[in-house]
């Protein structure tokens, strides 16, 4: 299941993403402001998207209300301090599916997020998108062009996901490293690198070697 964890404290932040890939083994981004939260869930596939209150940047209720403008129809479960009715009304008037009150118990956030994952939302994007004559499949990471499928990693998919959705904007490998591997990741701009080369050589037998192309001293970008 993929994550998206707004949270601006550091030390609760990063406990949390922790604990979710550790224990529920979740695919988890974490991000510290209420606008990098819109971003992401408009860039990238998420089931659930945790908010918490009060960010800078647009705060959680504020993401919410845009998400849901948006056509964001995953679920949202709101991270607050305040727990007064009033609060909690206006958390789920804003479109928030459930509601936590620091401080929480992890396995009670792993209990109701399993929960949400049990409700019948529809998918944030479509299962396929069409580029440059190819098809990808986001359920199956495949890519098809008539009769040839080929099969994706998710990293590759994922990145290739993401230049898609970014068609003709070039994304730098840092953001590119932040958003699909994870800031906290060990990894380094060589393995953004190394994964398109693999891209493009399972691209290559469907004539979309050139699809991904390198932006010099920069990152890359999708063109079809």
Known sequence: MNILLAEDDDRL???VAHMLKKKAGYRVDWVMTGEDAYDYAKAAHYDIVILDWMMPGGDGVEA???L???GYTGAVLMLT????????????????????????EIDELLARLRALSRRNYAPLKEETV???????????????LGEETIQLTPREFQLLD???CNKGQVLSREVLLDRIWGYDAEVSAKTV???????????EP?????????????GYKLED
């Open 162 to 164: 993401l230049l898609a």
């Open 193 to 203: 690198d190394a994964t398109v080369k693999l891209l493009r050589k399972k691209l």
């Open 64 to 66: 919410c209300r845009r």
């Open 13 to 15: 932040g990063e406990l």
């Open 130 to 144: 069409t580029i440059g004559g190819i098809l990808l499949n986001r359920t199956g990471c495949t890519v098809q």
């Open 81 to 104: 301090a305040k727990d007064a009715l009033q609060d909690r009304i206006e958390g789920l008037d804003a479109g928030a599916d459930d509601y936590l009150v620091k401080p929480f």
């Open 206 to 218: 469907l004539g979309g070697q050139e699809l991904v192309q390198s932006v010099r001293g920069v």
């Open 68 to 70: 849901r403008r948006s």
